[in-house]
T-cell receptor, first 114, second 111 residues
Framework: KNQVEQSPQSLIILEGKNCTLQ??????????LRWYKQDTGRGPVSLTI?????NTKSNGRYTATLDADTKQSSLHITASQLSDSASYIC?????????????FGQGTTLQVKP | DVKVTQSSRYLVKRTGEKVFLECVQD?????MFWYRQDPGLGLRLIYF???????EKGDIPEGYSVSREKKERFSLILESASTNQTSMYLC??????????FGQGTRLTVV
């Protein structure tokens, strides 16, 4: 069964600190992996996308890694800001012929405190 | 930038009402999706459409129907709203089915 598991479920850090969010997946056949940021009451916005051959992708203070062998991804946030408070959702896409399916993790809720 | 616009941010409806949620995208995308998002359950696919007048059931289609008469517009219909349909509804569109650009969401409360 295709699944995406994220940890931790929630996290509280102080402004300026770094943090790492984890995503483990069992999705086959794998197409790509995205990290989305969802502010409270808003729709998700894509931060990064990685395909099978990519190990690292950065977007400003956000750096995503992918280990396709162990089927793990992480999202590292550097020098956190209050505006980083949001839910972060890992999404893996599975492809089979011309159809595709997005498998969503349940998200990690990050709270950055001053 | 892709723009996916949902007609309402917040909606309150009564049990038994017929409810229409509208979504419009401006990027000429073939694919459009409706998801609902609930705490602890993540995003779940209700319906998707890969072309005008075409639709496919997602994982939780019961109690919902959809309409796609024009390429840019995808409507979600709750035939008879129930309290267990209180949720955050997210519309998305894409050029390929392995990606999704989301709207801002509609918070629906059924009382």
């Amino acid at each position: 069964k295709n699944q995406v598991e994220q940890s931790p479920q929630s996290l509280i850090i102080l402004e300026g600190k770094n943090c790492t969010l984890q995503c483990n997946y069992t999705v086959s056949p794998f197409s790509n992996l995205r990290w989305y940021k969802q502010d409270t009451g808003r729709g998700p916005v894509s931060l990064t996308i990685m395909t099978f051959s990519e190990n690292t992708k950065s977007n400003g203070r956000y750096t995503a890694t992918l280990d396709a062998d162990t089927k793990q991804s992480s999202l590292h946030i550097t020098a956190s800001q209050l505006s980083d408070s949001a839910s972060y959702i890992c999404v893996v896409s599975a492809t089979r012929s011309n159809t595709g399916k997005l498998i969503f993790g349940q998200g990690t809720t990050l709270q950055v405190k001053p | 930038d892709v723009k996916v616009t949902q007609s309402s941010r917040y909606l309150v409806k009564r049990t038994g009402e017929k409810v229409f949620l509208e979504c419009v995208q401006d990027m000429d995308h073939e694919n459009m999706f409706w998801y609902r998002q609930d705490p602890g359950l993540g995003l779940r696919l209700i319906y998707f459409s890969y072309d005008v007048k075409m639709k496919e059931k997602g994982d939780i289609p019961e109690g919902y129907s959809v309409s796609r008469e024009k390429k840019e517009r995808f409507s979600l219909i709750l035939e008879s709203a129930s309290t267990n349909q209180t949720s955050m509804y997210l519309c998305a569109s894409s050029r390929v089915v392995t990606e999704a650009f989301f709207g801002q969401g509609t918070r629906l409360t059924v009382v």
